[in-house]
T-cell receptor, first 111, second 115 residues
C-alpha cells in the first residue's frame, strides 16, 4: 500500500527565511503533485512533477522530484506572509491520477 | 467561470437523512473524482469515473453512491447519514492520458455537517 509522508507537519517561520518541506513515498511512482490549501478553501495546484529529476519553480516556491529516493521537496525562498497555508504533496498510486495525499504541512509565516 | 463547481457548498442535516452533492466540470476532462477531507484535513479518494465508467471505488460504505450521467457531471448521493460522515467533500477532474499534463482540478468543496 502506498504511503506518503510529509515533514514537518507544522512549520512556523519568519519572513525572509528559507525552508524546505519534504515528501517521502513508499512505492515506485514518477508522478508527484503539490497543492496549496488556504483555510476553508479548495486545493490549488502548484506543481506537477512527472519524471525523475524534474524541477519546477513558481515565484518563491521550487519543487523537485527524485524518484530513486522516492522523495520530493518543496523549497521556500525568502518567505512572505502570503505563503501561509497548508501544503499537500500527493503521489499517483497508479496511472490514472489516483492520488494518495500526505497529511499536509501547515506553514505559518510570521511578519 | 468556475472550472469545477459543486453544490451545495454548505449542508447541515440530521442523522438518518439522505442527501446529494452535485458536481459539474467545464474543462472537457474525461475523469472525475470524489475526495473526502476529514476534520484532521486528511484527504482520501473515494471514487473515480472515467467517461461515465466507475474506475475507482475505495473502501467506502455502500451508503455512498456516485452517479455520472455524463462525463461532465459526477454526483454523490449519501443514504442514512451518520455523524462520522461530517467532512468536506471535494469533487475534482482531470484529463487522463499521455501528454495531458495530468493536473487535477478541485472544486470548492461541500461542507457536510451531520447533527
Amino acid at each position: 500500500e502506498l504511503k506518503v509522508e510529509q515533514n514537518p507537519l507544522f512549520l512556523s517561520m519568519q519572513e525572509g527565511k528559507n525552508y524546505t518541506i519534504y515528501c517521502n513515498y513508499s512505492t515506485t511512482s514518477d508522478r508527484l503533485y503539490w497543492y496549496r490549501q488556504d483555510p476553508g478553501k479548495s486545493l490549488e495546484s502548484l506543481f506537477v512533477l512527472l519524471s525523475n529529476g524534474a524541477v519546477k519553480q513558481e515565484g518563491r516556491l521550487m519543487a523537485s522530484l527524485d524518484t530513486k529516493a522516492r522523495l520530493s521537496t518543496l523549497h521556500i525562498t525568502a518567505a512572505v506572509h502570503d505563503l501561509s497555508a497548508t501544503y499537500f504533496c500527493a503521489v499517483d498510486r497508479e496511472y490514472g491520477n489516483k492520488l494518495v495525499f500526505g497529511a499536509g504541512t501547515i506553514l505559518r509565516v510570521k511578519s | 467561470d468556475t472550472a469545477v463547481s459543486q453544490t451545495p457548498k454548505y449542508l447541515v442535516t440530521q442523522m438518518g437523512n439522505d442527501k446529494s452533492i452535485k458536481c459539474e466540470q467545464n474543462l472537457g476532462h474525461d475523469t472525475m473524482y470524489w475526495y473526502k477531507q476529514d476534520s484532521k484535513k486528511f484527504l482520501k479518494i473515494m471514487f473515480s469515473y472515467n467517461n461515465k465508467e466507475l474506475i475507482i471505488n475505495e473502501t467506502v460504505p455502500n451508503r455512498f453512491s456516485p452517479k455520472s450521467p455524463d462525463k461532465a457531471h459526477l454526483n454523490l448521493h449519501i443514504n442514512s447519514l451518520e455523524l462520522g460522515d461530517s467532512a468536506v467533500y471535494f469533487c475534482a477532474s482531470s484529463q487522463v492520458g499521455q501528454g495531458s499534463g495530468n493536473t487535477i482540478y478541485f472544486g470548492e468543496g461541500s461542507w457536510l455537517t451531520v447533527v
